[in-house]
Nanobody
């Protein structure tokens, strides 16, 4: 089992940047694929980005491709989401998630563990 804690959210103007972090407990962090999802008010939670266990593979939603970068540091049990050129439509609660056994598309993994979320608000 793994516990996830997100941080780094906040209020930023359009065009600005934020870096989200997700710290994981446990000694097997490198065994998990890690994903980032977001949920805007009144909308369903959607996939944002994901990274494989070793960091060798990544996947991005079309809406964030070229602006967001997912990375991980397995020595620090942490996954990051660097968000640049932020837009008001990026406003949402951002969640990180961990997947134990997925071998297919990272965005389609059945993520097993979720953090509590961190709010990102982008003003116009």
């Amino acid at each position: 089992q793994v516990q996830l804690v997100e941080s780094g959210g906040g209020l930023v103007q359009a065009g600005g940047s934020l870096r989200l972090s997700c710290a994981a407990s446990g000694r097997t962090f490198s065994s998990y694929n890690m994903g980032w999802f977001r949920q805007a008010p009144g909308k369903e939670r959607t996939f944002v980005a994901a990274i494989s266990r070793s960091g060798g593979s990544t996947d991005y939603a079309d809406s964030v491709k070229g602006r967001f970068t997912v990375s991980r540091d397995n020595a620090k049990n942490t996954v990051y989401l660097q968000m640049n050129s932020l837009k008001p439509e990026d406003t949402a609660i951002y969640y990180c998630a961990a997947d134990w056994d997925c071998v297919g598309s990272l965005r389609l993994c059945g993520y097993d563990y979720w953090g509590q979320g961190t709010q990102v608000t982008v003003s116009s």
